[in-house]
Structure formats: structure tokens, C-alpha cells
């Protein structure tokens, strides 16, 4: 009923910058919370980056001042501005996504984008 599709990962150098992009479609009444999570081999997925619908952000101590979270609510999309990578922020990155659908009848549930991958070397 929802689907996210994410893009903008790819191979970058240290000190480098990436957009990732997540446009949410379907049948969609709101959307709430929109954020970015990622996940390394061998880890647990972890927040990244929060925005609220009222435009209040919220990081992760080890991306702050490095990562902006932005989105635009009337293409129903999410954002994440990734400046100074390091090696360490290696990762696949997943949007998720608070949407309710069809009506305020509707409860709301997350929806998670499909994964791309970010790659940066040193």
C-alpha cells in the first residue's frame, strides 16, 4: 500500500559528501515521523536521523554537525545530507517512514524503504 524507494548511495572518499533521496507513494492520508537508519555488516540497524512532522530533527551523536535531515512534505519525501563521511559511516542506509493511509480512520504504521548502500573509503 506504501512503497518507499530510496536513492543517491553509492562509492565515496573520506571527507566526502552524499544526497540520499527516499520518495514515499500509494495511497497515503499523512505521514508523521520520517527518518534514516543504517546498518554495517555485522551490526545492529541504527538511528541515524529523525525528522518530525513539525520539522524537528534529531541525530545521532556520531553523525551531528555532519548529517542534515530535511524533508518535503508535498512530494512525500525524506532527505539526508551526509557531509565529511568517514569510513566508519559505512553502512546500508534504509529510509523508514510513519505514514497513515487512506484516512484518520487508519492507524499508523512504518514502512521501510529498501536499503542503499554508502561505501566510504579511506
Known amino acids: 500500500q506504501v512503497q518507499l524507494v530510496e536513492s543517491g548511495g553509492g562509492l565515496v572518499q573520506a571527507g566526502g559528501s552524499l544526497r540520499l533521496s527516499c520518495a514515499a507513494s500509494?495511497?497515503?492520508?499523512?505521514?508523521?515521523?520520517m527518518g534514516w537508519y543504517r546498518q554495517a555488516p555485522g551490526k545492529q540497524r541504527e538511528l541515524v536521523a529523525l525528522i518530525f512532522t513539525g520539522g524537528t530533527t534529531s541525530y545521532a551523536d556520531s553523525v551531528k554537525d555532519r548529517f542534515t535531515i530535511s524533508r518535503d512534505n508535498a512530494k512525500n519525501s525524506v532527505f539526508l545530507q551526509m557531509n565529511s563521511l568517514k569510513p566508519e559511516d559505512t553502512a546500508v542506509y534504509y529510509c523508514?517512514?510513519?505514514?497513515?493511509?487512506?484516512?484518520?480512520?487508519?492507524?499508523?504504521?512504518?514502512?521501510w524503504g529498501q536499503g542503499t548502500q554508502v561505501t566510504v573509503s579511506s
Open positions: 500509494g495511497i497515503i492520508f499523512s505521514i508523521n515521523t
Open positions: 523508514n517512514v510513519e505514514v497513515q493511509i487512506r484516512s484518520s480512520e487508519y492507524p499508523l504504521r512504518h514502512y
